[in-house]
């Protein structure tokens, strides 16, 4: 109960957070923290890579979990991903699901409020999902993540593809939490299952993990 009332408090800031930014810097990359366009791109393409590797379908369903804007569904459509990837997206943020539908008119369908798929899919996706962390406590947070990454973890046939940010150490400076990556792995491994990581292409301390259900 008590860890349920801190959370709802976290989601809150986190939530004010993302909605002021949007509203400043509208329905870009820079509008949900990112630094730049490309550094935002590359994580999409090494997190798609992943699916599409690991994926034994031709047509590979995804739900990206903290969906932003929309703008991994534009790289997708733009990018050779468009035969082979169907995608749907979750944010527990209503102004980001709300920007998505304005930029997908046509495929509101495929955007919803939400913390995990609400079908049973191939992957669950995060991008940068838990970098902006309103807490300085890190087990706190840490839990907060696995709790969140359980939820699709139930929902998601072949397993997760995540981007953290990564130090020697584990810590939470200026409001941005950043993983071990060792630690990571041996967590989601006794946790979940087989982990992996490969350092993201382009995007210096960024790390991508799949953590496998075979
Ligand atoms: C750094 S932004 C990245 C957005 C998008 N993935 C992109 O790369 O453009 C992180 C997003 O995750 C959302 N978010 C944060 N925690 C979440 C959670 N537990 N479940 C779903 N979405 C979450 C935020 O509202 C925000 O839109």
């Given at each position: 109960?008590?860890?349920?009332?801190?959370?709802?408090?976290?989601?809150?800031?986190?939530?004010?957070?993302?909605?002021?930014?949007?509203?400043?810097?509208?329905?870009?990359?820079?509008?949900?923290?990112?630094?730049?366009?490309?550094?935002?791109?590359?994580?999409?393409?090494?997190?798609?890579?992943?699916?599409?590797?690991?994926?034994?379908?031709?047509?590979?369903?995804?739900?990206?979990?903290?969906?932003?804007?929309?703008?991994?569904?534009?790289?997708?459509?733009?990018?050779?991903?468009?035969?082979?990837?169907?995608?749907?997206?979750?944010?527990?943020n209503r102004s980001m699901i709300k920007a998505c539908w304005q930029q997908f008119p046509e495929k509101k369908h495929l955007f919803r409020l939400g913390r995990k798929p609400?079908?049973?899919?191939?992957?669950?996706?995060?991008?940068?999902?838990?970098?902006?962390?309103?807490?300085?406590?890190?087990?706190?947070?840490?839990?907060?993540?696995?709790?969140?990454?359980?939820?699709?973890?139930?929902?998601?046939?072949?397993?997760?593809?995540?981007?953290?940010?990564?130090?020697?150490?584990?810590?939470?400076?200026?409001?941005?939490?950043?993983?071990?990556?060792?630690?990571?792995?041996?967590?989601?491994?006794?946790?979940?299952?087989?982990?992996?990581?490969?350092?993201?292409?382009?995007?210096?301390?960024?790390?991508?993990?799949v953590i496998s259900k075979t």
């Open positions: 109960m008590l860890q349920h009332i801190s959370y709802t408090a976290l989601e809150y800031r986190i939530n004010q957070a993302y909605q002021t930014r949007l509203k400043q810097r509208g329905n870009n990359a820079e509008g949900v923290f990112w630094k730049n366009k490309s550094t935002q791109i590359a994580r999409f393409a090494a997190l798609l890579e992943i699916t599409k590797k690991a994926s034994p379908n031709l047509q590979t369903t995804i739900f990206d979990i903290g969906c932003g804007y929309g703008a991994m569904l534009n790289f997708i459509e733009q990018s050779a991903y468009s035969q082979n990837i169907l995608y749907s997206g979750v944010d527990i609400y079908k049973e899919v191939d992957f669950s996706v995060f991008s940068g999902t838990f970098n902006l962390c309103f807490s300085n406590k890190l087990e706190t947070w840490e839990k907060y993540i696995f709790g969140n990454l359980e939820q699709s973890w139930k929902k998601s046939r072949f397993g997760l593809v995540l981007n953290l940010l990564c130090d020697i150490r584990p810590s939470i400076r200026k409001q941005i939490y950043y993983a071990n990556r060792k630690q990571f792995i041996t967590r989601a491994n006794e946790r979940f299952g087989p982990t992996h990581a490969i350092s993201t292409p382009c995007v210096s301390g960024d790390v991508t993990f």
